[in-house]
Nanobody, 124 residues
Framework: QVQLVESGGGLVQPGGSLRLSCAASGITFDYYTIGWFRQAPGKGREGVSCVGSRNGGTSYADSAKGRFTISRDDAKATVYLQMNGLEPEDTALYFC?????????????????WGQGIQVTVST
């Protein structure tokens, strides 16, 4: 059974930082591209960042560039999203997902497995 479990979310003040983790089980982790997506209240889900299999590069949405850093630890089957300089606009439910497509992509349809999501709230 494939499981992706997010952790590290919560409430943070504007300008603050959080590190999200995505722990995977039930898959050959280093074979998969892992992505982070988010869905703000009343909006559609959007891609944030992804990291390729076997550290095959990273990609960021414009909203994340310069503020967020994605990394992976294949030994721990875990991907991290370090988020700095958080803004109220970053408030959303954050999901991690795994893609076996073999490409660096934020296209949702190419992702096979999804976590349940974790809330990030940026507010005073």
């Amino acid at each position: 059974q494939v499981q992706l479990v997010e952790s590290g979310g919560g409430l943070v003040q504007p300008g603050g930082s959080l590190r999200l983790s995505c722990a995977a089980s039930g898959i050959t982790f280093d074979y998969y591209t892992i992505g982070w997506f988010r869905q703000a209240p009343g909006k559609g889900r959007e891609g944030v960042s992804c990291v390729g299999s076997r550290n095959g590069g990273t990609s960021y949405a414009d909203s994340a560039k310069g503020r967020f850093t994605i990394s992976r630890d294949d030994a721990k089957a875990t991907v991290y999203l370090q988020m700095n300089g958080l803004e109220p606009e970053d408030t959303a439910l954050y999901f991690c997902a795994a893609s076996s497509a073999g490409v660096l992509t934020l296209l949702e349809r190419l992702y096979d497995h999804w976590g349940q999501g974790i809330q990030v709230t940026v507010s005073t």
